[in-house]
């Protein structure tokens, strides 16, 4: 099992920043790959950016040069740095961990979801 826990949303004018943080407990030995995803009121769920174990990354070309995935492994955490935030960035971001091990094969974990609102 894996525990995430989200920190960092707000309310925050366009142009403003937010940083997202997801802290990681229980059997992280096994997690291949951390994300965040987001949900907008009546649109499907997206992925934001996602980062390995290894630390390649990938970014939506929708959020490309404004958001910055990193990581912590010494705090487990993984980080989501939102610069230049526009209205459409509004919307609840889940953190998202991938687990695989031979013996049990993939599963996905999520946190609660933290709301994020950019509104003047």
């Known amino acids: 099992q894996v525990q995430l826990v989200e920190s960092g949303g707000g309310l925050v004018q366009p142009g403003g920043s937010l940083r997202l943080s997801c802290a990681a407990s229980g059997s992280i030995f096994s997690i291949v790959a951390m994300g965040w995803h987001r949900q907008a009121p009546g649109k499907q769920r997206e992925l934001v950016a996602r980062?390995?174990?290894?630390?390649?990354?990938n970014v939506a070309d929708s959020v490309k040069g404004r958001f910055t995935i990193s990581r912590d492994n010494a705090k487990n955490t993984v980080y989501l740095q939102m610069n230049s935030l526009e209205p459409e960035d509004t919307a609840v971001y889940y953190c998202?961990?991938?687990?695989?091990?031979?013996?049990?094969?993939?599963?996905?974990?999520w946190g609660q979801g933290t709301q994020v609102t950019v509104s003047s």
């Open positions: 998202n961990a991938h687990q695989f091990s031979i013996a049990t094969g993939s599963r996905d974990y």
């Open positions: 980062i390995t174990k290894s630390g390649n990354t």
